[in-house]
């Protein structure tokens, strides 16, 4: 076995995995995670006919669940949302509390981050490709639930819904997962560089 393959990262390990290990690293780590979405939020964009804005959270969330990995990644997550609804103004726009029409896009976000961490943990942030499946599906996470929650408590069809909660969307993340697919890969080159 040649030193440059015993040096590089192995599948099985995510960025996060490349520090020293230490339960205070986890848990920096974890809260710097809650930390990012939140911050993230508040890069907000209206949307003309949405209660939805364009934001930097649902970025900040699957970054969190690719270098994190799945369990960190949820606890990032979850600690995010916990936060949130018991009153930090952290959601988009400032918002708190567990009732807003995009509180559904949050739940969803947990789910993503969870998603995507395991499969980043199986290498899918590694390469171009598989960095923007990887992405695809964990957007298609947060809508497949924050749509449905979006119709339920704004009283909207789920066509409505739709129209008001995922297609305006659609080019946002298509740019977000572009800056994803040059991140990722690009960091774990950086990496293998310096093993």
Do not use: C
């Not at 649902?58 to 600690?79: I, N, Q, Y």
């Not at 976000?109 to 998603?115: G, H, K, P």
């Not at 923007?132 to 924050?146: D, E, K, N, P, R």
């Amino acid at each position: 076995m040649s030193t440059a393959s015993a040096a590089a990262p192995r599948t099985g390990s995510v960025l996060a995995d490349l520090l020293p290990a230490s339960r205070t690293k986890d848990i920096a780590l974890v809260v710097g995670g809650a930390a990012l979405t939140g911050l993230a939020a508040q890069i907000a964009v209206p949307v003309p006919g949405s209660p939805v804005p364009v934001t930097g959270q649902t970025f900040a969330a699957l970054l969190v669940g690719a270098g994190l990995g799945a369990g960190r990644g949820f606890l990032s997550l979850a600690l995010y949302a916990l936060v949130g609804m018991a009153g930090m103004p952290w959601f988009a726009n400032g918002t708190s509390g567990a009732g807003g029409a995009s509180f559904g896009y949050v739940l969803g976000m947990l789910l993503a981050s969870t998603v995507v961490g395991a499969l980043a943990r199986r290498g899918a942030d590694r390469s171009v490709p598989r960095t923007a499946g990887t992405m695809v599906l964990g957007s298609a996470i947060i809508y497949a639930v924050g749509v449905p929650y979006l119709a339920a408590s704004a009283g909207m069809s789920l066509t409505a819904a739709v129209a008001a909660g995922l297609t305006p969307f659609l080019l946002g993340d298509a740019l977000k997962a572009a800056l994803a697919m040059g991140l990722l890969p690009a960091a774990w080159k950086l990496i293998g560089r310096k093993g």
